[in-house]
């Protein structure tokens, strides 16, 4: 039987035994088991760690002075490195391997946990000055980050409750309970929390709609359905850190007035439901949820819902009816969740990052949040970067760094030395940004301005080598087989947005397509019943904005300058393969090919028309289409 | 040894023992198909219409919420489920040549997501969130990041080779 | 202050509960797809969108109004959304209004021409769904529908029935039976309400009009017409007149012109199911028996009982609804009368209701292959037909109905409303029991628009309590308190169309509640009209029993007034066959169920199919199907041959059960 932590006493208690047991552990061994290092293996790698650590190998350790007590061999959640993963980090060098297979375990095992010498190969090493990083904040990609949200991911094994501890956890909780509802929102409210799910609403605000609500029944709600495709923040802390979340969602059900909390998780992500699932139960046994919380009045029950595939279920009208077991399909607000959300019950819907900062700004204080990113926009956040840049992952920044140093200072600049081209932030539903706008500062109000939005914080690099119309049909794609249905702007009008989208990257566009195209984005962007149709047409009104030549010379000029729209390819023969014997030549209803028997022809693109006859008569399969 | 034993009417045993789990509450409909999923591996018409029945649901709204959420499949799927991630990290990365090459190296007509040996489903989903390896491909759960079109050629030859072996 | 500003121009507030109510009492027509007042708010069709100063663009159908809000309600970029909306519908939209069913009633139509949308840039509907024309009752076009939802609230939320919902999502939304099912296959009870609130030509009533017009052109037969209450209030609506106008006499002139060789009023057989059903009542009450009893004069009820309340069927009252009384008595006396042979009468119905074209074709009412009631006509297809006569209605000098079964008393007519079936049987009950003369006929209690009705009356010392329930949704919340004990009643008037017949689906448009109560007031006015209100005064009935009905047995008596009922499935289903093309003579099952799978079954089912492939004495005669679990987990791998289920079988007893097979095929 675990013992119950009902009281802030017992709470301390726990706490400082549990840094005991930690402390204990003179080694400890991370291995990270966050989704992108366990597609690379690193289960096997704890595995092998574990095994090749196990008996007296405390005895065997010879760099730790006064003698090693114990080591310890655990999982971590996400460090936000994934693409170098699996990650394995050692305490208390500090240091971060990359890429471990179970082939490099031995040499660990007796070169680093024994002797603590540091095996460059496995180290970090910088894509183009190839400088050596052996410890894990001392690499670009962390050295520039504050971690807030994620300030345990990859530190703390999330599995265990007294790790959590350890690191202040529930503290926050302690506290609030030890002040009224009305005491914590102002908190939040002065501490300027906005919303990380997208919106940028004020958190407080919120709160202080659902406080005034005079009902029974209240719930709160935490939004894990990151649906945005090409963000994996919210998994990352629920699968790192989930007590964090939990403990988050606790605060706003006792400043709202809720005693019961829902966490919504899409389909797509089980491990964090397992690691959600376990830390509920965790905390129930220890007491910390359940009836008469720390020995006080505060009771809260907090429950799992899985989602099932659908993007449109973030939208939180939609996520209630999908927890109340209906088809996900939004209703038209007002009434606001607030006022009439669960089973017409006043509700608080939070995003996951939003809720992690939660316990933070309770124990540090709101001026400490304040001092973090912006006047208007405070604290830090998280984005996802992803796509052309070198290093792909998860960093948490303050509100307010530019573009330039998200990409470059931490991104470690666009793949293979390519040009960058743009950055699509806020996934579907927002916009695109070009490298005019490297050096604007991301913060809710300087995005909204130009049309983009922070979204949840994904941010998908493009390099030169991008379509972006066809990054905008893609866009489209998905809104459109993301679209609930319901009403009739944003599923007519996506859908036929797509079709003209489709066209003009199948070089079939006409320059009236334009206005069409713009005609419905108007329509959507004002008419649709929920976020999803009215942002819709984001990405297309920015991408013709900043990109309308490039969408012109699809339509009139027939190419794709990236290269990569199919039907926009052009033919080239290739001189290597030609044996000149004009096969090509003749068979070319338009005479676009030309030259001299023997020697290698050529093909004139602009005469060709792509009927691709000279591709079937060449017998050396010279003529090459791309 | 085959025993053979006479066939009777189904009772739904299992599916009443998970819709009992969840006293059969409304809200838990789509926990219940997802336990029921599990159990069969899609949704067949007769299971809907039965907990349509015994939830006292209508089966059109069953079949409603079925058909809206994209894990439920209302047609048996094949031994190996891949899933190419088409979200837009991914996307970017090149998923939609892995697709293709996917679905022409298991032989799959267009329109069809399942091989007609009921070998292979392929599909998309959208963003795993692994995006950091993208592109990602999944094969019965497990994860394949950076995934380029040869190297799951190899892979599915490997599976292809086992089915051969038996 | 209670004031709200709508285009510059103050108005008062008086408690509406959303802005469309005030603007349109404003005087400004919000053009709506999905709004109504009877039904939750649905806010899709984005058709309402207004400007609130401060708030931006909100749909007035889901917004409450607030003091001061300054509204605006056509300004630019309002038109533009509308304009888009509409262009975007009818690009997906089959459009084909020259030969559509809703042509001139449809608000699609209505609207386009209303915005003069000339020019539609979208192209046209890129996949064309079959339509559904499996049910007797409806026809569902799914290329028509604009997905308002008003149909799938509407059999939900009034019917409590949700035979239809949406199925898939984005621009695969469609709204349609479970599993795509033909309506035919499903819980589908044919009251057609959904048909009446469709705004489009997407779900419409099915015609009739082509059999009746063959049938009246053809000189071998003769095609008598009966009219049911509720049409003689309806019939005026499609010619100019307003709801509740009684138009019989017209009617009866028209039909005449059409060819019909008599007329005939539905009320008729009214009259003589009260006599019916109120002996049948008294008998139960007396031995307590079977109570409380539930009329059965309505066929969507009835299949609603059927499906859904197996264990109320022996409650229903036995009696044959009007339709099918007057049917069986035309074809049993009047035929011989007249020396017709009964497959040369032609009974056709004019019935304001979808659900008895179902009952008509119901095979308890066929004798010999020919049916009671031949052909069933609505309110609208009758106004359609006499259209398409050129026959100017409102010109026609009124004619009256032929004897005898012309003749009616009130208590027949007010059948067309709810709770007239109830006081019908009360005003015949009373008199049966207690011998005494009913002086005020007026029940009144029974009678309006609210969902559920009590009433309780003296018979005589003994208190019957009586419950009036109208619309399927009020009849299954009544239904439960009924089992659960909570009420108790002696006799149950049903009707699954809120208001009654009055409101049935093949009444004009717009069939709303308002149009629905002035019906109810015109059948009332009729009753009073006529001379007499009780259905045992009524001298043709009266002579009826003495000539024809007292000489039957009551065997005979019950095959021609009474009927049966039997429990019904809902829904029909099917497994997945993956080769053979459903003619074989064995079936073949592998599961794939989960347990199964992990033991292996895919690869044995691979391994059946290419060697039954293979085999073209195996092949032509043996299909192989994929199924969910047999419920045999243990003896996982199960496969089924027949109705046989083997467990344990692995890809190794291939060969065993290909012999199995063989045997089983004789190869
Ligand atoms: C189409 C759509 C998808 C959304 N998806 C998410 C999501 O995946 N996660 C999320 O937290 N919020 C999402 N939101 C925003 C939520 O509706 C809601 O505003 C948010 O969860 C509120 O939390 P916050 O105030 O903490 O940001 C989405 C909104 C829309 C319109
Ligand atoms: S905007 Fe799109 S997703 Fe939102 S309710 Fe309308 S159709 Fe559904
Ligand atoms: S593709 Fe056709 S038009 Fe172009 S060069 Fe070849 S043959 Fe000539
Ligand atoms: S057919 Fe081929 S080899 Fe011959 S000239 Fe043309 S490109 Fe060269
Ligand atoms: S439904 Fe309306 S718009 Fe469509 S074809 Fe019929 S009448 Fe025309
Ligand atoms: S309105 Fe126009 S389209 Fe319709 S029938 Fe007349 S001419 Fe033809
Ligand atoms: S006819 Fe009646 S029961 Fe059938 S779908 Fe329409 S409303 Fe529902
Ligand atoms: S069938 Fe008619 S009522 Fe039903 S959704 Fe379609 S258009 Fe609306
Ligand atoms: S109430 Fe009348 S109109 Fe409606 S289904 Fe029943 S019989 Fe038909
Ligand atoms: S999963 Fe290991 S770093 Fe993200
Ligand atoms: S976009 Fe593919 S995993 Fe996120
Ligand atoms: S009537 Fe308001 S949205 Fe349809
Ligand atoms: S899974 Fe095959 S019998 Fe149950």
Known sequence: ????????????????????????????????????????????VAAAIQTATAGDMKTQVSFIEDGCEGIAVKTSGCHGFCAMGPLVRIEPLGLLYCKVTVEDVPEIVEKTIKKGETIERLAYRHPS????????????FYKNQTRIGLMNCGIIDPEDLGEYLAHDGYQALAKVLGMNSQEVVDQIKAAGLRGRGGGGFSTGQKWQFALNEDREQKYVICNGDEGDPGAFMDRSIMEGDPHKVIEGLMIAGYATGANAGYLYVRAEYPLAVKRLRKAIKDAEEAGLLGENILGTDFSFKALIKEGAGAFVCGEETALMASIEGERGMPKPKPPFPAQKGLWGCPTTINNVETLANVPNIILKGVEWFRSLGTDKSPGTKTFAITGDVANTGLIEVPMGLTLREILFDIGGGIRNNKEFKAVQIGGPSGGCLTPEHLDMPLDFDSLAKVGAMIGSGGLVVMDNETCIVEVARFFMEFTQNESCGKCVLCREGTKRMLEILQRIVDGEGEMKDIDNLLDIAYAVKDGSLCGLGKTAPNPVLTTLKYFYDEYVAHIQDKKCPAGICEALKGYSINADKCKGCSKCARVCPVGAITGEIKKPYKLDQDKCIKCGACVSACPFNAVEVG | MAVAISASQRKFERVNEIIQKHNGKKSALIAILQEIQEEYRYLPEEILTYVATAMDLSPATVFGVATFYAQFSLEPKGKYIIKVCDGTACHVRGSGPLYKSIRKKVGLQDGKFTTEDMNFTVETVSCLGACGLAPVVTINEKVYGQMTPEGIEIIIEKLMGKEDNQ | MNQIIINNHSYELNGEENLLKIIRKAGIELPTFCYHSELSVYGACRMCLVEVEGQGIVAACSTAPRPGMKIKTHTGRLQHIRRMALELLLANHNRECTTCERSGSCKLQDLAERFGIRDIRFGHRDQMLPVDESSTSLVRDPNKCILCGDCVRMCREVQGIGVLDFANRGSNVVVTPAFNKPLAEVDCVNCGQCAAICPTGALVVKSERPDVWKALQDDTKTVIVQIAPAVRVAIGEEFGGKPGDIELGKLAAALRRLGFSKIFDTSFAADLTVMEETREFL??????????????CCPAWVKYAEQYQAELLDNLSSCKSPQQMFGSVAKEFYAKEMNIKPEDLIVVSLMPCSAKKFEARREEFAHAGVRDVDYVLTTQEIARMIKEAGIIFSELEIESLDMPFGFTTGAGVIFGATGGVAEAALRAAYELVTNKTLEDVNFKIVRGMEGIKEASVDLNGTTVKIAVVHGLGNVKALLKKIRNGEVQYDLVEVMACPGGCVGGAGQPFPNDTEARKERAKGIYRADRMLQLHKSQESPVINNFYKEHLEKLTHQELHQLLHTDYGNR???????????????????????????????????????????VEADPSLAEKVKIQATFCFENCKGSPSLKIGDEIFSKMGVEDTEKILEMIRSRVGS
């Open chain 1, 1 to 44: 039987m675990v013992q119950k932590i009902n009281s802030q006493q017992i709470l301390t208690d726990a706490k400082n035994s549990a840094i005991e047991r930690l402390e204990h552990d003179s080694i400890r061994v991370l291995i990270c088991a966050g989704t992108g290092c366990v597609a690379g293996g690193s289960l096997e």
């Open chain 1, 129 to 140: 000055t190839d400088e050596i990083y052996p410890v894990e904040h001392e690499i670009p």
């Open chain 3, 283 to 296: 008998d139960r009450l007396q031995n307590n028996d079977n109570l409380p009893q539930f009329t059965s």
């Open chain 3, 569 to 611: 499935r809902r829904i029909a289903s099917g497994e997945i066959t993956l080769t053979g093309n459903g003619v074989e003579e064995l079936s073949v099952s592998v599961c794939v169920g989960t347990c199964c799978y992990l033991g292996g079954s895919y690869d044995l089912l691979q391994n059946l199919m290419q060697k």
